[in-house]
Every structure is written in C-alpha cells, then in structure tokens.
C-alpha cells in the first residue's frame, strides 16, 4: 500500500472501506439518476486530495499547493481489491468549474486576481457554463481524455499565503522588508514547516498569489520586496537590489565563517593528537593549517562586521527618509490650517471680540445680582414681633387644653360611688390634678406680666381648686 493510499485511509473519514466500491467505481452515471451520492463522491475525492497534497504526499513532486494528476498519481492510488479511481476526470472539472482548482499555466499567466474572474477565464469553467445554459449536466458526456495535468489547490495556497504574512509581518523597517530568493524561499520553507524546501512550482504560486491577489509583494528573479504600508514604490528598485545583494553576501559570510570555524576546530583536534603520538611533522602541518583558516577567518569577519555597519547605516538613512516624509506631510496640514484660520489679524480680531462679550456678560450678571439684593429686602423686626405672638398662641392653648383635661376629671369624680376604693382613687386623681395644674400655672406666671387681667383670672381659679378638694374629702 503506497503512503498515499494509507493516508487517506487513516486521515480521511470518508475513506472508510464500506464507501470504496463506489469511490473507485466509474459513478458518472450516477449524475442523473443520484445525484447525491455523485456530488458526495466528488467531495470525498476533492477533500482527500487536497489535504494529501498538503502533507506533500502527492507523488511526482511533493507539492503542497498544487496537484499533479498523471500515472504516478494513478499507481498511488491502485489498491488490490478495486483497482484504479475510473472517475477522477469528473473531480477535477467540478473543482476547475467552482474555481476551487485552476490549471497551473493559467494561474501562473492570468493577468487578473482570480477572485476578480471567478474561474470565467478557465476552459473548464467556459465548458460548464455552456452546458449549463443548454440544460446539459453530465461531464462524461465530454472527450476530456487521460487525467493528466498539473492544478493550483486554491484552499492550500490561501492558507499558506496567511501563514507567510502573518510571519513576514514583524519586518517592519525598509531593509528588513527586502530579501533575496533565496532567502525568501527558505524563510517561506521554516514558516511553512517544510525543511527540505519548496518546490519551484510551490514557490512560483506562492510568490503570483501574494503579488497579483493580495499586493502583499513585488518580486523579480533575484529580489523579493515586501510592500509596507504606504509604500511608495511598487517596483523593484535600484536601491533594492543592491540591499539584497548585500544581503546576500552577508549571508554567504556567515556560511563562509562557519566553515572556517568548523575547520579551525578540526586542524587544533589533529595538531593535538599528532603531538599526544610524538608526531612532529602532522603537528606542525596541522597547526599552520589552523594559523591560516584563523588569519582567513579574522578577515572575514571584519568583511561582516563592515557590512553589518554600512546595514546600519542605510536603515537610518531610510528612518530619516521616512521622518522626512512626515514632516512635509505635517508642513503642509499645518499650511492648510493656518489658510483656514485667516493669519493672525484674523485671531486677533477674534480674540479681541470674544474678549468685549464676555466682559458684557459680566456687567450684565452684575446688574442683575444689585437688582436681586434689593427687591429680597426683609424687616428682621416684624419677624421678631410675629415669632413672640406664635408662641403666646401655642402657650394659651397649651393653657386651654389642660384646663379641659381637669373638668373632665371632676365631672368623672362626682358621678363615681363613695367607695373605699372609688375615694382613694379620687384623692389620688385630685392630687395630681392639682400638682399639674400648679406647675402649669407657675410657668404661666413667670412668662406673663401679673399685670394682666387673664393672667390673675387664672391664678384664682387654680388657687380656688384646693378648697373644692377638701371639701369632696369631706
């Protein structure tokens, strides 16, 4: 069993061997009479092949974002039992006409996005429509020969191309934002989990669909540019290249040092196992073999290091290109302001106005509070004068209440028998009667003048009382 067959057996849900009778099978005629299970087939088939593709387990290439369909393909899928798939042709041109596959020429060559086409510049797509329109649905009805060809897996090349952005997105400055090829193609490769590489075709996809579908990047054979936000040159330019050939060599240095590195380390391993042998001449052959990789070795690395500084340099004179930019954009709002504001005549002016308006609100307000204060005038005296009468009105009828309270209290006392009980309770009910009513009348007397006619009136009543309670204990 090949690893592609075992793939799709182990991975693939639908592949369960209960469906393989009629995947493998040639079920084109079940188009008219079963619809469902056709279109089902197709998917399976579709879905199957495009993760397989992403795993790289597509034999004739290894390609991830695209699909080779010939013989090797075929023999891949050959299984003992049921042969070879008889109805991959119709796979295929459902997903060309959905636009869900494109042929690899026609993707590399179109001059427009493919979401702006829709697939309309596909054969396959072309094909279908004109079926459509006639009523016709059946594409084994059509001469489409051997399943040959090699077919862009859009669903892959979108997911790659969101992995590839999402990991060049931290090059923020202009150099960083320009690589080489190659460069391009192996941090494509890390990113996409795939150490051996991309394949010519995987790459040449990746970099059509990031610059004509996404204008995420421009590129030429040598050069990859990443187009940063506002970018002004949508071409590669002069400066770009020479950024990457510097770029280039630097990396070559570092490949260059490692080696040398590497070499350094195993002449000093040989010089010092000649010498633990007594071996003079392997010595003494190793140890100039090792002065000269560490002189080669010093002045490659002053070579980087003088890189890496005129690196340095052309990233600040990008910055300030950049701070340039800025400010004459700043420039030429603030000019655009000051026109709208009118010079400084016309802010003085204004300022000046705003200035004598609010100086007249405030004579206005100040007006207004004199005229208030005046009319909220209060005679203190009169209110004094009505506050005294008030509180005689409440002692006189404090004065009246009680009264009242002790004419009830006798009337109750005379209409009660000369019981024992019924007197003890009278002369209790007297005594504090009397108590009550002296001490009312003497906070009567010290409030009011004795000169008062109504206050002496009250004065007898309250001093006859005594008199009328000895004469009911009698």
Same mark, same amino acid.
């Given at each position: 069993?090949?690893?592609?067959?075992?793939?799709?057996?182990?991975?693939?849900?639908?592949?369960?061997?209960?469906?393989?009778?009629?995947?493998?099978?040639?079920?084109?005629?079940?188009?008219?009479?079963?619809?469902?299970?056709?279109?089902?087939?197709?998917?399976?088939?579709?879905?199957?092949?495009?993760?397989?593709?992403?795993?790289?387990?597509?034999?004739?290439?290894?390609?991830?974002?695209?699909?080779?369909?010939?013989?090797?393909?075929?023999?891949?899928?050959?299984?003992?039992?049921?042969?070879?798939?008889?109805?991959?042709?119709?796979?295929?041109?459902?997903?060309?006409?959905?636009?869900?596959?494109?042929? @690899?020429?026609?993707?590399?060559?179109?001059?427009?996005?493919?979401?702006?086409?829709?697939? $309309?510049?596909?054969?396959?797509?072309?094909?279908?429509?004109?079926?459509?329109?006639?009523?016709?649905?059946?594409?084994?009805? @059509?001469?489409?020969?051997?399943? /040959?060809?090699?077919?862009?897996?859009? +669903?892959?090349?979108?997911?790659?191309?969101?992995?590839?952005?999402?990991?060049?997105?931290?090059?923020?400055?202009?150099?960083?934002?320009?690589?080489?090829? !190659?460069?391009?193609?192996?941090?494509?490769?890390?990113?996409?989990?795939?150490?051996? +590489?991309? /394949?010519?075709?995987?790459?040449?996809?990746?970099?059509?669909?990031?610059?004509?579908?996404?204008?995420?990047?421009?590129?030429?054979?040598?050069?990859?540019?990443?187009?940063?936000?506002?970018?002004?040159?949508?071409?590669? /330019?002069?400066?770009?290249?020479?950024?990457?050939?510097?770029?280039?060599?630097?990396?070559?240095?570092?490949?260059?040092?490692?080696?040398?590195?590497?070499?350094?380390?195993?002449?000093?391993?040989?010089?010092?196992?000649?010498?633990?042998?007594?071996?003079?001449?392997? $010595?003494?052959?190793?140890?100039?073999?090792?002065?000269?990789?560490?002189?080669?070795?010093?002045?490659?690395?002053?070579?980087?290091?003088?890189?890496?500084?005129?690196?340095?340099?052309?990233?600040?004179?990008?910055?300030?290109?950049?701070?340039?930019?800025?400010?004459?954009?700043?420039?030429?709002?603030?000019?655009?302001?000051?026109?709208?504001?009118?010079?400084?005549?016309?802010?003085?002016?204004?300022?000046?106005?705003?200035?004598?308006?609010?100086?007249?609100?405030?004579?206005?307000?100040?007006?207004?509070?004199?005229?208030?204060?005046?009319?909220?005038?209060?005679?203190?005296? $009169?209110?004094?004068?009505?506050?005294?009468?008030?509180?005689?009105?409440?002692?006189?009828? $404090?004065?009246?209440?009680?009264?009242?309270?002790?004419?009830?209290?006798?009337?109750? @006392?005379?209409?009660?028998?000369?019981?024992?009980?019924?007197?003890?309770?009278?002369?209790?009910?007297?005594?504090?009667?009397?108590?009550?009513?002296?001490?009312?009348?003497?906070?009567?007397?010290?409030?009011?003048?004795?000169? !008062?006619?109504?206050?002496?009136?009250?004065?007898?009543?309250?001093?006859?009382?005594?008199?009328?309670?000895?004469? @009911?204990?009698?």
């Amino acid at each position: 069993m090949s690893e592609l067959l075992s793939f799709l057996l182990q991975h693939e849900e639908n592949f369960r061997s209960v469906r393989l009778p009629s995947l493998y099978s040639d079920f084109r005629s079940q188009q008219a009479i079963n619809p469902d299970g056709y279109n089902t087939n197709l998917s399976v088939w579709e879905t199957g092949l495009t993760n397989a593709a992403q795993a790289g387990l597509i034999p004739g290439g290894k390609d991830i974002l695209s699909l080779r369909l010939g013989e090797s393909l075929l023999e891949a899928l050959d299984t003992k039992e049921w042969g070879r798939p008889l109805a991959l042709i119709p796979v295929i041109a459902a997903a060309v006409a959905e636009g869900r596959m494109i042929p @690899l020429p026609d993707f590399l060559n179109s001059p427009t996005s493919i979401y702006e086409q829709k697939g $309309a510049g596909s054969p396959w797509f072309l094909v279908s429509w004109a079926l459509r329109r006639l009523g016709l649905r059946r594409v084994q009805s @059509l001469k489409l020969g051997s399943p /040959t060809g090699n077919y862009v897996l859009i +669903g892959n090349v979108e997911k790659a191309a969101i992995e590839v952005v999402k990991a060049m997105d931290v090059r923020l400055t202009r150099i960083d934002r320009v690589l080489p090829m !190659n460069a391009f193609g192996a941090e494509v490769a890390m990113t996409l989990q795939k150490p051996s +590489g991309l /394949t010519d075709d995987d790459l040449k996809i990746l970099l059509v669909y990031l610059s004509r579908d996404k204008s995420y990047l421009v590129y030429n054979a040598q050069v990859v540019k990443l187009r940063g936000k506002g970018d002004r040159s949508p071409v590669i /330019t002069t400066e770009d290249n020479n950024i990457a050939t510097l770029k280039s060599l630097m990396a070559d240095l570092n490949v260059q040092l490692e080696n040398l590195n590497m070499k350094v380390t195993e002449f000093d391993r040989k010089a010092r196992s000649a010498i633990a042998n007594k071996n003079r001449v392997v $010595a003494v052959a190793a140890l100039r073999s090792k002065r000269l990789h560490q002189t080669v070795l010093i002045r490659r690395s002053e070579t980087l290091s003088q890189l890496e500084g005129i690196c340095i340099k052309i990233e600040e004179a990008a910055d300030q290109i950049e701070v340039m930019r800025v400010m004459e954009a700043s420039s030429s709002i603030l000019k655009g302001l000051n026109t709208e504001i009118g010079g400084v005549g016309t802010v003085e002016e204004v300022l000046n106005g705003l200035k004598n308006e609010i100086e007249h609100v405030g004579d206005v307000e100040t007006i207004m509070n004199e005229a208030a204060q005046a009319s909220n005038t209060i005679d203190e005296d $009169a209110i004094d004068q009505e506050l005294e009468a008030l509180k005689k009105q409440n002692q006189a009828k $404090a004065d009246e209440k009680g009264s009242f309270k002790t004419k009830e209290k006798l009337e109750g @006392l005379n209409s009660i028998g000369p019981s024992e009980t019924a007197v003890r309770s009278e002369e209790r009910i007297i005594q504090e009667t009397h108590s009550n009513a002296l001490d009312s009348s003497t906070r009567a007397l010290g409030r009011l003048s004795i000169d !008062n006619d109504e206050t002496r009136t009250i004065f007898q009543k309250r001093s006859e009382e005594p008199a009328k309670q000895e004469v @009911l204990q009698t």
